[in-house]
């Protein structure tokens, strides 16, 4: 199959990259930066008649969409951005692999809950009470993705990091290998994600998919590729198992890496004030994604360790 990545030059994105390399399918990484040495397709998703001629042109059957305004505190005073990337790009996307017949993945985030109170894991079906603008914009992605009735893939993560580009976990290896203390909040309850662990759970999708269409229109070039809809069409969540705090992901960032001089305190989130409140537990239930596709979750800290080492350039400790 022909399948397009946007946003390919992300944190996700490259995950995507390592993962195609072990697949038999042709990847087109798209987006609007170019990174020396990565081969890469430009392509404007906020642009209708952009995303329909690539998708007509290359023939595309699956579309996987990493690109997003992800900027979480700038968001809240540039709205109107983020809800032409987070919600109106998406939709073209989805319009466009509607008429195509294709499926589009989506990649949402814990953000679209948070304002009601609650303590057991997020679960797919449950109401989005966003407490900031981009919380919002990635809701209203996926409440247009849904209106459009493309068959969609729509995968809620949660702090996300990797080897590549700007994340917590970079963020933290730095500052715990040269401040002597450090304050994180310890108020703020989630699951990091591995982007390569995400990456493959796609991947996964992908050849559910793959398996669903070859069944009902067969390889022949005269089938109707809209004959059916997809029937794992839907919302799930994907995150790695377990749950920590901030603080406690980053004591543990700091101890695969060796930084023990530094001192790390817990705080709590007011002593840090930001535009935005941010949700105070956000675990998702994982369930449906593991039943449906059949996927092993890793734990956190166990992808944890294999990202530092990757970072490191070394093995896992």
Same mark, same amino acid.
């Given at each position: ?18 993962? $195609? ?7 087109? !990484? ?17 642009? %209708? ?9 290359? /023939?595309?059957? @699956? ?16 709205? &109107? ?7 109106? *790009? ?11 017949? =294709? ?13 009601? &109170? ?26 247009? #993705? ?21 994340? !917590? ?7 715990? $290998? ?5 304050? @994180?909040? !310890?108020?703020?309850?989630?699951? &990091?994600?591995?982007?390569? /662990? ?28 809209? $004959? ?24 543990? #960032?700091?101890?695969? *890496? =060796?930084?023990?001089?530094?001192? %790390? ?7 840090? &004030? ?12 994982? +369930?449906?994604?593991?039943? +449906? !596709? ?24």
């Amino acid at each position: 199959m022909n399948i397009l990545v946007t946003g390919a030059n992300g944190q996700l994105g490259n995950e995507m990259r390592i993962v $195609a390399r072990q697949a038999g399918d042709n990847y087109i !990484f798209t987006d609007v930066n170019e990174v020396e040495g990565l081969t890469t397709t430009y392509l404007d998703i906020t642009d %209708i008649d952009a995303v329909r001629a690539i998708v007509r042109e290359r /023939d595309v059957q @699956v579309v996987v969409n990493c690109a997003a305004y992800t900027n979480v505190d700038a968001a809240e005073t540039n709205q &109107p951005l983020a809800e032409k990337l987070n919600a109106e *790009a998406p939709e073209n996307l989805a319009v466009a692999m509607k008429e195509a017949g =294709g499926l589009l993945i989506q990649i949402s985030t814990d953000y679209v809950f948070g304002k009601e &109170p609650y303590n057991t894991p997020c679960k797919e079906d449950q109401q989005g009470t966003p407490t900031g603008v981009y919380g919002l914009t990635k809701l209203h992605g996926e409440q247009r #993705i849904v209106r459009t009735g493309c068959d969609h893939v729509i995968i809620r993560t949660a702090w996300l990091y990797s080897e590549f580009g700007k994340n !917590f976990c970079k963020t933290m290896l730095g500052l715990t $290998a040269t401040k002597p203390q450090l304050k @994180v909040v !310890f108020d703020q309850v989630g699951t &990091p994600t591995y982007a390569y /662990d995400l990456a493959q759970a796609i991947a996964t999708v992908v050849e559910d998919y793959r398996r669903t269409r070859l069944s009902r229109i067969g390889d022949t070039p005269t089938a109707n590729p809209t $004959a059916s809809a997809y029937l794992h069409s839907g919302v799930y969540h994907f995150s790695n198992e377990g749950v920590c705090s901030w603080y406690d992901f980053t004591k543990m #960032i700091a101890d695969y *890496a =060796g930084h023990h001089d530094c001192d %790390i305190q817990p705080c709590h989130s007011d002593e840090f &004030p930001s535009p935005v409140k941010r949700p105070a537990f956000s675990v998702l239930d994982k +369930t449906k994604i593991k039943q +449906t !596709f059949g996927i092993k979750v890793p734990y956190w800290t166990d992808s944890l360790r294999i990202c530092i080492a990757n970072i490191n350039n070394k093995q896992p400790l």
